[in-house]
């Protein structure tokens, strides 16, 4: 018999130990799988690690698909200091690329690049808040489950940015292909070295830094942290629990729409299919794997961002499905669970002579 105990304290690198429970989990079920389709998983796995290493554009790719991770990492990490489940990143940068790309295609379409680029940035920080706010206020005024608004609220977003590709803001002279047109050059994101890492990267590293400051060091991040742990405490205190809720949610927002923004005006250079490819819930692996340190979301993301690099060269150089490193994605998810409950349970096994009558 199994028995599952509550460890009076939790291990001390309770984190460490999640992580590494993960990445080893992860490991073993791609053996498994690649044995299975009759690939050697030492084949495998070098296959994917050159695919990351192999040059200097290889990696690169990996940055970039690193960048929108940050972002959403970052916005479920901030909500969830609070206890608050932001499924919604997805949606909220849908938003972020609607407002990116309206401003710089309709609102100040003539504007240099030094004026536009900011107004971009704050636009789509707008868009995610403006959706993150819907599940907010019905938390903060109604109690609704925030899992179920945001999660349902992605749909509609999605919906409605293919409504304006497909309808009044497609490309007139784009052959019938759905999209916007073009956005100006003034507002497209500058790009490194030749290689298709924007400035959105090291911009997703000043949030890191400044949400890690923000949550760690200041009387408001303090309160955020006590009103997550003890909602009670925090009402004896006399913390506006409802004001924090809003705030927490609208950062959270702001930083998924900027997600939006660097695909947006760093990546496709217009509003069209692709930019819902699902970095809102990766997001959400991201932001667990850091151990929602918004120090650790960057090496997350990054990490996420080469299993993706590496699953598509497993498809170009040994014939198997690119969907195989979206299987280790889950087994990432499930082993971090694992890895937290050995942190906080233990387990005894006992003969069934040994259970008390």
């Not at 100040?108 to 206020?137: E, M, T």
């Amino acid at each position: 018999m199994i028995r599952v105990a509550k460890r009076k304290q939790p291990l001390r690198y309770q984190g460490a130990v999640a992580t590494f429970s993960a990445v080893a989990i992860a490991l073993v079920v791609g053996c498994v799988i690649f044995a299975a389709l009759g690939v050697n998983p030492l084949t495998a796995y070098t296959a994917m690690g050159k695919g990351v290493l192999s040059s200097v554009d290889a990696f690169s790719e990996v940055l970039v698909k690193a960048t929108p991770l940050i972002f959403t990492g970052l916005a479920v990490a901030t909500a969830a200091t609070m206890m608050l489940w932001n499924i919604g990143a997805e949606g909220q940068l849908v938003w972020g690329g609607i407002f990116a790309a309206g401003t710089a295609l309709f609102l100040f379409p003539g504007l240099d690049g030094w004026l536009l680029i900011p107004l971009v940035l704050a636009a789509s920080a707008l868009g995610g808040v403006v959706w993150s706010l819907i599940p907010a206020l019905l938390r903060a005024k109604l109690r609704v489950n925030e899992i179920l608004t945001t999660l349902l609220l992605n749909y509609v977003a999605i919906i409605y940015m293919e409504h304006l590709f497909y309808g009044p803001w497609r490309d007139p002279a784009g052959y019938g292909f759905p999209g916007t047109a073009q956005i100006p050059e003034a507002a497209q994101l500058v790009r490194f070295a030749g290689t298709r890492i924007s400035i959105g990267f090291p911009l997703a590293l000043l949030c890191a830094v400044f949400l890690y400051y923000l949550l760690k060091k200041s009387i408001w991040g303090y309160q955020v942290q006590v009103i997550g742990k003890e909602q009670r405490a925090a009402h004896y205190a006399g913390f506006n629990v409802t004001g924090k809720i809003l705030t927490v949610m609208a950062l959270s927002g702001a930083f998924a729409g900027l997600a939006g923004m660097t695909e947006v005006c760093g990546i496709h250079y217009r509003l069209q299919t692709g930019l819902a490819v699902g970095y809102g819930y990766d997001g959400i692996i991201v932001a667990w794997l850091a151990g929602l340190n918004p120090l650790a979301v960057p090496f997350a993301a990054i990490l996420l961002g080469a299993l993706f690099v590496g699953g598509e060269q497993l498809q170009s150089v040994l014939g198997l499905p690119s969907s195989i490193s979206l299987i280790l994605e889950g087994a990432l998810l499930f082993g971090l669970f694992a890895g937290q409950t050995l942190a906080r349970y233990t387990l005894t096994f006992s003969s069934r002579s040994e259970v008390p009558s």
